[in-house]
C-alpha cells in the first residue's frame, strides 16, 4: 500500500507564515510529479503548484512570490512554505503525488487526507 500524509496546517494570522509536509510511505518503486492543491466549501479543488521529480516548479497566479514548493526526494516528501498569508488562502490542503508501487510499472496518483490552514484577519 502507498499512503499520503500531510501535516503542519493550523491556525496563523494573516501575514504570517507555516509550512505544509507531505510524505509518502509505503511500498514505493519511484515518485513522479507531485503538487499541492485547495478546497474550500462549495468550491471545487484547485490547484496551487506543482513539481516535477527533477525539481521544476509551478505556480498558480494567486500564490506567486508568497508560496515555495519543494521536495527532497530522499525523503520521499514534499514542502509547501506559504508566507504573507491571507484569509482567502484558508482551505483543507491537499498533496497529490504520481507513484510507481514497488515491482510495477504502472503509476497512479494518490492523494493525502487533507489538511486545514485557516488564516484570520
Known amino acids: 500500500q502507498v499512503q499520503l500524509v500531510e501535516s503542519g496546517g493550523g491556525l496563523v494570522q494573516a501575514g504570517g507564515s507555516l509550512r505544509l509536509s507531505c510524505a509518502a510511505s509505503g511500498s514505493i518503486g519511484s515518485i513522479n510529479g507531485m503538487g499541492w492543491y485547495r478546497q474550500t466549501p462549495g468550491k471545487q479543488r484547485e490547484l496551487v503548484a506543482t513539481?516535477?521529480?527533477?525539481?521544476?516548479?509551478n505556480y498558480v497566479d494567486f500564490v506567486k512570490g508568497r508560496f515555495t514548493i519543494s521536495r527532497d526526494n530522499a525523503k520521499n516528501t514534499m514542502y509547501l512554505q506559504m508566507n504573507s498569508l491571507k484569509p482567502e488562502d484558508t482551505a483543507v490542503y491537499y498533496c497529490k503525488a504520481g507513484i510507481r508501487r514497488a515491482f510495477t510499472y504502472r503509476e497512479a496518483d494518490y492523494w493525502g487526507q487533507g489538511t486545514q490552514v485557516t488564516v484570520s484577519s
Open positions: 513539481i516535477s521529480s527533477g525539481g521544476s516548479t
